[in-house]
């Protein structure tokens, strides 16, 4: 397990995060009936009503790009996350991918707020993205965007990035960041924190020998936080970032296992 005094890490920026991800037009509005039973929330976002705009997951990812082998997605939601009402998890799907799922992310009021960002495989073309969350008092809502991956580099003004890991099957141990450390040097007992996760590991499918994460599991202060099970879609080397309400001092430790059972 990877561990880190939450008091004492030096590490990134979380506007680095943020970065990774542009923020795609927000077309929000009545909720509708989707054939899951999960409402499905587009159109206008001044139309929403509070129930609405309280479960809507804000989903950013960029809405055209060229490098399909690592496209940023973040996943946020202003939704309460108290024992008796909070979102228990997040499911990321686009259905015309090989691997349509990209990840469920479950999460406990011990998370302080809905959070998680990471980095996906996609194929060229335009697809969509559909976020789906779940509250514990009000089910499923569910946000969907277009995105586009250009399928003609030579149209980009720089050469398009590897589409396959270039550094073999090496992996090693995550390192955990804090940024509100870097920033302030310091962290405010109750205050939400968004660790980061540096992983080097390869996630490839459709050979001989597929390896990739499965799961991951966060810890802290002795108790599990976070369980975020993981699929190929996921790019390699990734990059996921969480919040974490910092209630009191302890060690932040996360558990990663791939497909081969290795930890």
């Known amino acids: 397990?990877?561990?880190?005094?939450?008091?004492?890490?030096?590490?990134?920026?979380?506007?680095?995060?943020?970065?990774?991800?542009?923020?795609?037009?927000?077309?929000?509005?009545?909720?509708?009936?989707?054939?899951?039973?999960?409402?499905?929330?587009?159109?206008?976002?001044?139309?929403?009503?509070?129930?609405?705009?309280?479960?809507?997951?804000?989903?950013?990812?960029?809405?055209?790009?060229?490098?399909?082998?690592?496209?940023?997605?973040?996943?946020?939601?202003?939704?309460?996350?108290?024992?008796?009402?909070?979102?228990?998890?997040?499911?990321?799907?686009?259905?015309?991918?090989?691997?349509?799922?990209?990840?469920?992310?479950?999460?406990?009021?011990?998370?302080g707020v809905v959070y998680v960002g990471f980095q996906a495989r996609m194929d060229d073309g335009d697809s969509e993205v559909t976020v789906t969350a779940e509250c514990n008092r009000h089910g499923a809502w569910a946000i969907r965007r277009r995105i586009t991956i250009a399928e003609d580099p030579e149209g980009c003004s720089a050469t398009a990035p590897p589409r396959a890991r270039t550094a073999g099957n090496d992996i090693h141990p995550p390192e955990i960041r804090i940024p509100e450390l870097v920033e302030r040097g310091r962290i405010r007992r109750g205050e939400v924190i968004h660790p980061q996760l540096k992983i080097r590991h390869p996630n490839r499918t459709g050979t001989s020998e597929p390896l990739h994460l499965k799961d991951l599991e966060v810890w802290f202060a002795g108790q599990r936080v976070s369980r975020f099970e993981l699929t190929p879609a996921l790019s390699d080397d990734p990059f996921i970032s969480f919040a974490l309400l910092a209630s009191r001092e302890g060690v932040l430790g996360v558990r990663l296992a791939n497909n081969r059972g290795q930890r």
């Open 1 to 111: 397990m990877a561990r880190q005094p939450i008091f004492r890490a030096r590490v990134l920026s979380r506007r680095d995060v943020l970065g990774l991800a542009s923020v795609a037009g927000l077309c929000i509005g009545g909720a509708r009936a989707a054939s899951s039973g999960r409402r499905l929330l587009g159109g206008d976002p001044a139309l929403l009503s509070p129930l609405e705009r309280e479960h809507l997951p804000l989903l950013r990812i960029p809405a055209k790009t060229r490098n399909a082998h690592k496209v940023p997605i973040v996943v946020e939601m202003s939704h309460p996350m108290t024992a008796d009402h909070h979102v228990t998890k997040v499911e990321v799907v686009n259905d015309r991918e090989p691997v349509p799922s990209m990840g469920t992310f479950r999460f406990t009021p011990a998370n």
